[in-house]
């Protein structure tokens, strides 16, 4: 490329008061969506150190009882930490999902979504317990600045301000053939300015990458840099080239840049917003209250069930549970039956969880195959999952959470089941088993 082409759309961005300031404004919106990007990470950290000193705490509170020889708190006489269901009941788990090391540069779902959980044997993964951080209404509503929206949705923007008038500007003044002359090569010409942009850009956008990634990880992210810096590199490059090809056809400035926007319109709004809409309309998002509710109601059956009903659902759902031939007198089978109820709870939770899964699963898989013709969703989903912040990321969390909760109702069924006692080395046998982190 000639370098006198560079030297003369340089003097006119520069001198270009709405593509300079437009530039300087995007990169300013970018340095700020990181910084509050590190902000949401840096207290999402916070977050999670203080509930790992509260769960010492609480840890430490109970071995103290066993060492002085308390049952307890001594402002609640029904608790024993020596009968296994207190001793499990005092022992505080929680299941936290750590931000990944580049998420500054995409915070993704997790603004839908808790980071962090205690799960009890009452739990479900789709509790209304949300992390406060997280259900700010305020943020929810207003949202937070998000570096791979910038990119993906505003990027393009930047770049039609920085080229809707090459070749046309010409055309307009009626220099075009002057041009032809000097440079020999229209096409050339037209190519040449158009690079300029793509690579003032790319830099500026692969410098930022590379800046968060070292900063939070270095050579541990190396992998995931080089994807995001090739992701947002072809995604601008092939906007640069539709551009090109705009450019190259049109005769004014007016045309090009409304060919241009009506370019991105179509595909960072119409077509991904379309296709949301009618995933939604096909698995409506009010699919998963009713089911909660409808779940609720026969959780409230269960109450009402008799001792005899519950044993023999118990045994239903838990066939590996010994009888209650254990225990020596009728009120200690009806208090192992009723405490045992939560663990029935759980399996009905299970159930709906798993079913509302299926429904996300399929909306998902809707927006999946609309790739070929939305491809922007196919770039945020894919940026969202080189910053394990995407649909998947979380899939796994809640799994993570009913699993953790299903392994405490697990052994405290087996324990009470079988008239255990619990000690301080139980107890701490107990914390080993429910560990998740």
Not at 94 to 104: A, F, W
Not at 291 to 308: A, I, P, Q, S
Not at 358 to 366: A, S, Y
């Amino acid at each position: 490329m000639n370098n006198s082409i560079f030297i003369y759309e340089f003097k006119h961005f520069y001198r270009s008061k709405a593509k300079f300031y437009s530039y300087i404004t995007f990169m300013l919106l970018c340095i700020y969506s990181l910084i509050n990007g590190y902000s949401i990470q840096e207290k999402q950290q916070k977050t999670i150190n203080e509930i790992y000193k509260k769960q010492e705490k609480e840890i430490a509170k109970v071995i103290d009882w066993y060492d002085s020889n308390q049952s307890g708190p001594s402002d609640n006489s029904r608790v024993d930490i020596n009968d296994p269901f207190w001793a499990i009941l005092y022992n505080p788990t929680y299941v936290v999902k750590h931000s990944s090391q580049l998420y500054p540069l995409g915070i993704g779902q997790s603004e839908q979504f808790s980071f962090y959980k205690e799960t009890k044997r009452w739990s479900s993964t789709y509790d209304t317990d949300m992390a406060e951080e997280i259900s700010n209404y305020e943020r929810l509503i207003n949202g937070s600045i998000d570096f791979s929206f910038l990119i993906i949705f505003l990027l393009p923007i930047l770049y039609i301000i920085f080229t809707y008038n090459i070749n046309s500007l010409e055309k307009d003044l009626n220099f075009h053939k002057l041009v032809s002359i000097q440079s020999l090569n229209l096409n050339k010409w037209i190519i040449s300015r158009l690079l300029f942009y793509l690579i003032l850009i790319l830099i500026s956008v692969n410098i930022l990458i590379i800046i968060v990634g070292f900063i939070n990880g270095g050579v541990d992210n190396i992998n995931q840099i080089l994807k995001l810096i090739l992701l947002s590199n072809i995604y601008i490059s092939i906007f640069s080239l539709i551009f090109y090809f705009i450019n190259l056809k049109s005769k004014k400035s007016s045309s090009t840049s409304f060919k241009m926007i009506s370019i991105w319109m179509i595909f960072c709004v119409i077509i991904p917003g379309s296709v949301h809409q009618y995933a939604n309309y096909k698995y409506p998002a009010n699919f998963m209250t009713d089911f909660l509710d409808t779940n609720r109601k026969e959780k409230y059956e269960v109450f009402k069930l008799d001792d005899d009903e519950l044993h023999h659902l118990l045994l239903e759902l838990y066939p590996n549970l010994d009888n209650l031939n254990n225990f020596e007198n009728q009120d200690k089978k009806q208090q192992t039956i009723r405490r045992s109820i939560s663990a029935i709870i759980n399996q009905m939770n299970i159930h709906a969880s798993n079913e509302i899964e299926k429904q996300n699963e399929f909306k998902n898989e809707l927006i999946k195959s609309s790739y070929i013709y939305n491809p922007i969703s196919y770039v945020q989903n894919l940026w969202n999952f080189y910053t394990e912040t995407d649909y998947y990321s979380y899939k796994d969390y809640r799994f993570q959470i009913q699993e953790s909760i299903s392994k405490r109702n697990e052994l405290m069924l087996s324990e009470i089941w079988h008239n255990k006692t619990s000690n301080k080395q139980t107890y701490l046998k107990y914390i080993q088993q429910l560990k998740t982190d």
